[in-house]
């Protein structure tokens, strides 16, 4: 379905993008002495429950243990959905993929043959940011689109170095697809690696595909420069197939997937270092989290949602729930957060951090998350939307979450309705086990006006994955 004179907004966008840009000669100055520096380490298909700090037993992640000693654990972080494009598109506009088109019925993500992407009206963290003077890079995993009208360097990111769509695509002759997830080896996934528009090497070798990223992202920290700067570290692991460079291989006692998280850690250790060694650490905010839970049909090949139900593609806590890390020493107080809070709510955040204005001219669904990290109050959200695809299944408020349908990630057909729909107090039973329906049916009837005024507030758009 399309959106009427999607031209008109398309312009709209860009106008307000360029307005923008015409007041930013202020904000750009005041830029280069006070706003902060951002990363974002955002990890693939990584579970609740696959880093020490958030309760594995075999995998050691001491750069990220320590991270959460000396930041903020937030243990009930989410992603914008439980697949990764969805999820992507929701983190870097703040928008829920619904609204700019980037989920489906039809097709859960995009892929190689894809001609749609996130289209330009979108405006995304990196334009943002750029257009008040900030440095921006992406590197790693887009998955935005990979026409060149959908790429980062169209999305406000000076620069590109990745694979621009999943590491398990672009199949060629071999083992089955599952066979070849679970025995990999290079030249059975024939994906691109990209140096902006470019493809600089195919099939990218994966198994120096941490470590390379990660020399990226300390080569761009490294850069002097007199503005502030944005890094969006979207690494391809702990996706399927699993590779991991000579160092970490056979190392972890949890296996191929144990030995992949360890050098993700290493990699997050080589950056916060390369930020103590040069002082950036005072003024960098650096946020470690996930797309998705674990892709658990892969069995030990896939991750762990640790205590949560479900994985990767499902609805329940275990889909969305992410482990995650705030860390800006001596801006941020070591804690716990247990609010609520989300992927969606980073564009608003970093926005007030640049001392932006988030656009006024369409739905956002974040929250700035300020008051939580510096501990001056709460945040304005109390409401996670769990969408399958283009249709929400279930809605949290509070300490309670309602499944109006439920259906497992992968492998189950169809749906089930639950009617009475389920219901959790999902800070006392965080696993999703008991069934509380019959008690509360006030809390049903709240959850089901929350979720008729979400709906009455989307609006149809051309939906990019199925083009
Ligand atoms: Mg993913």
Redesign the pocket.
Known sequence: MKILNTGMIAMTGLLSVGTASQQSAIAMEKAKTSNPNIIVFFC??MGYGDIGTFGHPTIRTPNLDRMAEEGQRWTSFYAAAP??TP??AGLITGRLPIRSGMCSEKKRVLFPDSKGGLIPYEITIASMLKNAGYSTTCIG?W?LGDQPQFLPNAHGFDYYFGIPY?NDMDRVDGPDYHDACMHPKIDYFNVPLMRNPEVIERPADQNTITKRYTEEAIKFISQKRDNPFFLYLAHSMA?VPLFRSKDFANKSLRGIYGDVVEELDWSMGEILDKLRETGLDKNTLVIFT???GP?TIFNENGGSAGLLKGG?GSTYEGGMREPTIFWWPGKLKHTVIMDCASTLDLFPTFCSLADLKVPSDRIYDGYDLSPLMFGTGKSKRDVIFYSRDTEVFAVRKGDYKVHFKTQDGYGQDKPVIENPPLLYNINVDPSEKYNIAEKHPEVIAEMRKILERHQASVVQVENQLEK
């Open positions: 693939d298909d697949v990764c999820s992507r995993k998955h999943s996706h996930s797309d998705n892709w990767k």
